[in-house]
C-alpha cells in the first residue's frame, strides 16, 4: 500500500517562510518523480513544482519560480519543498504526489494525470 504523508503547513505572514515535507512509503521511492499541487478554495488543483527522480531536474509554475525550491532525499524517501516569500495567493491545501511511471517529460510534469498517487494535503495559510 502507498501512502504519501504531508508535514510543514501553517499559518505565516506574508514574506514568511515554510518547508513542507512529504514521506513516501510502500514504493521505491527513488524509482518516480514527484510533484507538488495545491488547491485553494473553489480553484482547481494546480502544479507547483517537480523534480526527477534523482533530482537533477526540477521544473516550477512560473509564479513561484525563485522562492520555491523542491529537492528530494532519497534516502530518507522524502520530498521537499521550500517557500520562501510567500504571499496570500500562496494560500492552499498543499499537496505531493508521485509519478505513475519512471519516466515523464518536462512538458508533461505539471499534468495532474501524470501522478498515481497523492498525499492527503497540508494547509498553507500566509497573512497579510
Known amino acids: 500500500q502507498v501512502q504519501l504523508v504531508e508535514s510543514g503547513g501553517g499559518l505565516v505572514q506574508a514574506g514568511g517562510s515554510l518547508r513542507l515535507s512529504c514521506v513516501v512509503s510502500?514504493?521505491?521511492?527513488?524509482?518516480?518523480?514527484m510533484g507538488w499541487f495545491r488547491q485553494a478554495p473553489g480553484k482547481e488543483r494546480e502544479f507547483v513544482a517537480g523534480?526527477?527522480?534523482?533530482?537533477?531536474?526540477?521544473y516550477y509554475k512560473d509564479s513561484v519560480k525563485g522562492r520555491f525550491t523542491i529537492d528530494r532525499d532519497n534516502a530518507k524517501n522524502t520530498v521537499y519543498l521550500q517557500m520562501n516569500s510567500l504571499n496570500p495567493e500562496d494560500t492552499a491545501v498543499y499537496y505531493c504526489a508521485t509519478a505513475s511511471r519512471a519516466f515523464i517529460t518536462i512538458p508533461t510534469m505539471p499534468r495532474v494525470d501524470e501522478y498515481e498517487y497523492w498525499g492527503q494535503g497540508t494547509q498553507v495559510t500566509v497573512s497579510s
Open positions: 510502500g514504493r521505491t521511492f527513488s524509482n518516480y518523480p
Open positions: 523534480i526527477n527522480w534523482s533530482g537533477s531536474r526540477t
